[in-house]
């Protein structure tokens, strides 16, 4: 029922700043928590970000943690990640996800995902 559709992704520069967006439709929404995780070539997906939807905890990957702030608006049934300070280790799609997750960094604890979008830094 729950669908999560992304945007802002995009091309930026090496020190560069994009903010994603995970808007959320499908009913009345309603999670413990948003995820954002990302999935570069070759590679595993990765947590990345992780918002409790009433209270507001967040939890962040270390290699992001003073540079990306997740946030959300629960009128708008959005969740969205700021990114500043990007670098070419960075670039990755990136998916949101929703559900009723008790380990925020547990890919398989999330009920619905997005659709991913790219994120390139260009170095």
Do not use: H
Request: glycine share 14%; aromatic share 12%; net charge negative.
């Amino acid at each position: 029922q729950v669908q999560l559709v992304e945007s802002g992704g995009g091309l930026v520069q090496a020190g560069g700043s994009l903010t994603l967006s995970c808007a959320a439709s499908g009913g009345t929404f309603s999670t413990n928590a948003m995820g954002w995780f990302r999935q570069a070539p070759g590679k595993e997906r990765e947590f990345v970000a992780a918002i409790g939807w009433r209270g507001g905890t967040t939890w962040y990957q270390d290699s992001v943690k003073g540079r990306f702030t997740i946030s959300r608006d629960k009128d708008k049934n959005t969740g969205y990640l700021q990114m500043n300070s990007l670098d070419a280790a960075d670039t990755a799609v990136y998916y949101c996800a929703a559900g009723p997750t008790s380990d925020v960094s547990d890919p398989r604890d999330y009920d619905y995902w997005g659709q991913g979008t790219q994120v390139t830094v260009s170095s």
